[in-house]
């Protein structure tokens, strides 16, 4: 694990709920379970199954995207995480972890920056699940990651032919629109997902790199 700087309070709970999912809350708000993890996984797949192998991917949650990068062949796995807690309980076994493995590198930090540390062209995919979406944030602070400034700064990382995919609680007319500046083949991918007994659908928001 990659040390960033220190977060000021520790706002991360996991408790193991009375059906037995463990879930993960930050500052009291619920972030996922080990229950549902449909999206999380064909997040990895949707990229890997067009080719991708150096990846980078925001945040870690319970470890379910970076896990399915590993055991579907990715050679590269870069993942941003915010909060060190969420890290050491993966690592210690919880949700899909631990992630052992010589081809990951799990940077405690803000996607942002450690987007922005990587160099021009040197990435597959980025694939990012930081959030609830464009319309839907739990925190404030993420609502720049889905404005065309950093949408730019993620083109720039990829080669030509890379993805940008985001995921989202629901489809966003906007997010496409702001992907077409740099992306093409934009599309939005319906998950259908069970919640309890409900059905539902997630979203993953997709673009390629010309
Ligand atoms: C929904 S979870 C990710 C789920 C993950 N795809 C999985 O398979 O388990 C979102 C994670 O992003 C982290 N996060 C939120 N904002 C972030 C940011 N700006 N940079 C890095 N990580 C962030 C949260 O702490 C949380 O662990």
């Known amino acids: 694990m990659t040390e960033g700087p220190a977060p000021e309070t520790d706002p991360v709970h996991l408790r193991r709920r009375a059906d037995g999912a463990l879930e993960l809350r930050v500052n009291g708000v619920f972030v996922m379970d080990d229950v549902e993890t449909t999206s999380e996984r064909l997040l990895a797949t949707h990229v890997l199954d067009q080719g991708a192998r150096e990846v980078l ?42 992630l052992d493995d010589d081809r990951i590198e799990i940077v405690v930090g803000d996607v942002r920056d450690v987007v922005a540390a990587q160099d021009p062209q040197s990435l597959d995919a980025i694939c990012l699940d930081v959030d609830n979406g464009p319309d839907h944030l739990v925190h404030q602070h993420n609502a720049e990651l889905y ?40 599309t939005s991918i319906r998950v259908p997902v069970l919640l309890g007994n409900r059905e539902s659908d997630y979203w993953l928001i997709s673009g390629r790199k010309p």
Not at 72 to 87: I, P
Not at 161 to 180: N, Q
């Open 57 to 98: 991917v925001g945040g870690l949650g319970l470890g379910f995207t970076a896990a399915e990068m590993l055991a579907q062949g990715a050679r590269r796995v870069v993942v941003a995480e915010l909060h060190r807690t969420v890290v050491a309980a993966v690592q210690d076994g919880h949700g899909a972890g631990p």
């Open 147 to 186: 404005q065309p400034d950093f949408l730019h700064v993620c083109a720039e990382r990829l080669r030509p032919g890379g993805h940008l995919v985001v995921w989202s609680w629901a489809d966003s007319k906007e997010l496409r629109r702001d992907l077409r500046t740099h992306f093409e083949k934009v």
